[in-house]
């Protein structure tokens, strides 16, 4: 499976599990509503896409009026919901023509209450590709992901989760084509920690860890499996502020995930009701020709 391709796939897996989340609100609010804008681009390909998501929660989120960011309530409160998304997609791949768009959709059940320090989340997603062609051939890939969280509290801003994700790929080309149909199982487990702290001199700090692995399968192929690490922190200067840095390292057998992902972003509540973001990953990648970029902008209201 060339890099281009599965950089394709794993951009229409993450999209089809979700976008990350956007934001309108009063003293409490029941539902999450926006848009949102990505681009992913490598040497040899790029997907740009667009799309809506929203969310309901089981109960009322309180907006600005408990000591946390704005950002932390659904966290700190415990507060379980179910969201969707629905997003379009253009995949442009050197050398090839791009006959059609592709879509993306999926559905995210969390469960957690506050009585209860247990959390569960199930996802399920869906991507189709844009159909790419030439003068003698067509191809077009489905992704179907599969998302799994089992975790607990063990204070009131700090949770544990065990982690399970699997996403399987299946391309069909028709005609004379220079790389066969393939069948291509990415599967995940991992172990990852989030906690929210106050600091002494003012503001707030979340931090995120998680240790994964992660194992490829192709039909036909060698299984292959790599590691990672994912350290990530958001400053919160303000209630309304986030400013968000991480990085990730993976190393394996697969050599076209090996690298680094350095991660940056800013989301800021204008109102307590209405939010802007911005969020920016760079792969530095192991090999040669095989770093790539990350845009999303979004945003939001609560109500």
Same mark, same amino acid.
């Given at each position: 499976?060339? +890099?281009?391709?599965?950089?394709?796939?794993?951009?229409?897996?993450?999209?089809?599990?979700?976008?990350?989340?956007?934001?309108?609100?009063?003293?409490?609010? !029941?539902?999450?509503?926006?848009?949102?804008?990505?681009?992913?681009?490598?040497?040899?390909? $790029?997907?740009?896409?667009?799309?809506?998501?929203?969310?309901?929660?089981?109960? &009322?989120?309180?907006?600005? +009026?408990?000591?946390?960011?704005?950002?932390?309530?659904?966290?700190?409160?415990? =507060?379980?919901?179910?969201?969707?998304?629905? #997003?379009?997609?253009?995949?442009?791949?050197?050398?090839?023509?791009? /006959?059609?768009?592709?879509?993306?959709?999926?559905?995210?059940?969390?469960? $957690?209450?506050?009585?209860?320090? /247990?959390?569960? +989340?199930?996802?399920?997603?869906?991507? !189709?590709?844009?159909?790419? @062609?030439?003068?003698?051939?067509?191809?077009?890939?489905?992704?179907?992901?599969?998302?799994?969280?089992?975790?607990?509290?063990?204070?009131?801003? *700090?949770?544990?989760?065990?982690?399970?994700?699997?996403?399987?790929?299946?391309?069909?080309?028709? #005609?004379?084509?220079?790389?066969?149909?393939?069948?291509?199982?990415?599967?995940?487990?991992?172990?990852? !920690?989030?906690?929210?702290? $106050?600091?002494?001199?003012?503001?707030?700090?979340?931090? /995120?860890?998680?240790?994964?692995? !992660?194992?490829?399968?192709?039909?036909?192929?060698?299984?292959?499996?790599?590691?990672?690490?994912?350290?990530?922190? +958001?400053?919160?200067?303000?209630?309304?502020? @986030?400013?968000?840095? &991480?990085? /990730?390292?993976?190393?394996?057998?697969? =050599?076209?995930?090996?690298?680094?992902?350095?991660?940056?972003?800013?989301?800021?509540?204008?109102?307590?009701?209405?939010?802007?973001?911005?969020?920016?990953?760079?792969?530095?990648?192991? *090999?040669?020709?095989?770093?790539?970029?990350?845009?999303?902008?979004? &945003?939001?209201? $609560?109500?």
């Amino acid at each position: 499976m060339s +890099t281009a391709r599965k950089i394709v796939a794993s951009s229409l897996a993450a999209a089809a599990i979700g976008c990350p989340c956007l934001a309108l609100a009063q003293d409490t609010f !029941r539902t999450e509503a926006g848009l949102y804008f990505s681009r992913a681009k490598s040497d040899a390909a $790029r997907i740009d896409a667009t799309g809506a998501q929203a969310t309901y929660f089981f109960d &009322g989120v309180p907006t600005g +009026t408990g000591d946390y960011p704005l950002d932390q309530a659904q966290f700190v409160e415990r =507060i379980g919901g179910v969201s969707a998304n629905y #997003g379009r997609s253009s995949l442009h791949v050197e050398g090839f023509d791009t /006959l059609s768009k592709g879509s993306t959709y999926g559905a995210v059940l969390d469960l $957690r209450q506050a009585e209860t320090p /247990l959390v569960v +989340t199930a996802g399920y997603g869906f991507s !189709r590709s844009g159909k790419l @062609g030439s003068s003698n051939f067509e191809t077009q890939s489905d992704t179907k992901s599969y998302r799994l969280s089992i975790g607990a509290y063990i204070d009131k801003a *700090t949770a544990y989760s065990l982690d399970w994700s699997r996403s399987k790929t299946e391309a069909d080309t028709s #005609g004379t084509s220079p790389s066969a149909d393939f069948d291509d199982t990415m599967t995940s487990i991992g172990i990852s !920690r989030v906690q929210l702290e $106050r600091l002494a001199e003012g503001g707030y700090i979340a931090f /995120l860890a998680s240790v994964s692995r !992660r194992t490829n399968e192709q039909e036909g192929s060698a299984s292959e499996e790599n590691r990672s690490i994912l350290l990530q922190a +958001t400053y919160y200067p303000t209630k309304r502020l @986030g400013l968000n840095f &991480g990085v /990730l390292t993976d190393r394996g057998d697969d =050599i076209s995930f090996e690298g680094e992902i350095y991660l940056t972003g800013v989301k800021m509540f204008v109102t307590p009701t209405v939010s802007l973001g911005l969020d920016y990953e760079r792969f530095l990648a192991k *090999t040669s020709d095989g770093d790539s970029r990350f845009l999303v902008l979004r &945003g939001a209201v $609560r109500f």
